[in-house]
């Protein structure tokens, strides 16, 4: 059997407030296998966002182990976790955050630049994940010039542009309408899923969950 791409053991968060001390998570136990979308659901509040930025090691002070592909990232230094960040992980979130001075493609070449990759294999691969999205026709057109869909399009081929073996999506169609949802979350899938990567998806959406491998609901700072 083959090893999670991520995994968690007793992952706890608190903030304090004055003399509160607020638990956000507390002590949650995740797996995801390869290849495996798997829906994080619960309402807002409920952990599912410090979740994420704690797997995706965007914050500290987590308690508890966090592996990505068999790394600990405990016991990793920041230069480290940021290198294992760039390496594994793709990210989706609620707003789109383009490069508004970028055109779709750019958008897309940019990190894999960053990753190494040559100029001419990051265009290519740019243009091979936006045709599949269906914006092939919109590659050269800055974020002010495309829909809401098609932006959130663009920042999904920008999450998969270096072939992350794990994805992390806060909400990815929060800001969409609901039919414009439905169509951009089908497209995630299927790209994902096409690109052999797994995937985290934060969502409060019931239908949209359905729609995963699996269904993991956050309640009160742990997973039931």
Known sequence: MSEPVLETRGLKRSFTQGDVTIHVLRGVDLTVAPGEIVALLGPSGSGKSTLLQAVGLLEGGFEGSIRINGREAASLDNDARTELRRDAMGFVYQFHHLLPDFDARENVVLPQLIHGAEPAAARARADQLLSALGLGHRLEHRPAKLSGGEQQRVAVARALANRPPLVLADEPTGNLDE?????????????????????????????????????LRLHEGVLE
Do not use: Q
């Not at 951009?184 to 019931?206: D, I, K, M, Y």
């Open 179 to 215: 039919a414009t949802a439905d169509i951009v979350f089908a497209e995630f899938v299927s790209l994902v899923r096409g690109e052999g990567s797994a995937a985290l998806v934060a969502t409060h959406n019931e239908r949209i969950a359905a729609r995963m491998d699996r269904v």
